[in-house]
């Protein structure tokens, strides 16, 4: 069974840092893309961030450009977002995503991040 469970959120103060990890399960971890989200109440999901299978390419959103760092550990079947110089914007729900195929989207729980001070 296909799962990703991801951790790490919480409640940061503004310019603080967080590091979010999702580990990945039920699939060949080192063959896929995956990707990082997250969303607000009453918006829709944004992209944040994604790193290609081999992790040699990376790509972001421009409101995160500088400060957000997506990596992976294939060895341990894990990606992860490290997140620095935090903002009240970018307070919301982040998920993490794998694409097994055109329409075979699996996405996981969730993690709260809060920056507030």
């Known amino acids: 069974q296909v799962q990703l469970v991801e951790s790490g959120g919480g409640l940061v103060q503004p310019g603080g840092s967080l590091r979010l990890s999702c580990a990945a399960s039920?699939?060949?971890?080192?063959?896929?893309?995956m990707y990082w989200y997250r969303q607000v109440p009453g918006k829709e999901r944004e992209l944040v961030a994604y790193i290609n299978s081999g992790g040699g390419t990376t790509t972001y959103a421009d409101s995160v450009k500088g400060r957000f760092t997506i990596s992976r550990d294939n060895a341990k079947n894990t990606v992860y977002l490290q997140m620095n110089s935090l903002k009240p914007e970018d307070t919301a729900v982040y998920y993490c995503k794998v694409r097994l195929g055109a329409v075979n989207h699996v996405w996981g729980q969730g993690t709260q991040v809060t920056v507030s001070s």
């Open positions: 039920g699939f060949t971890f080192s063959s896929y893309a």
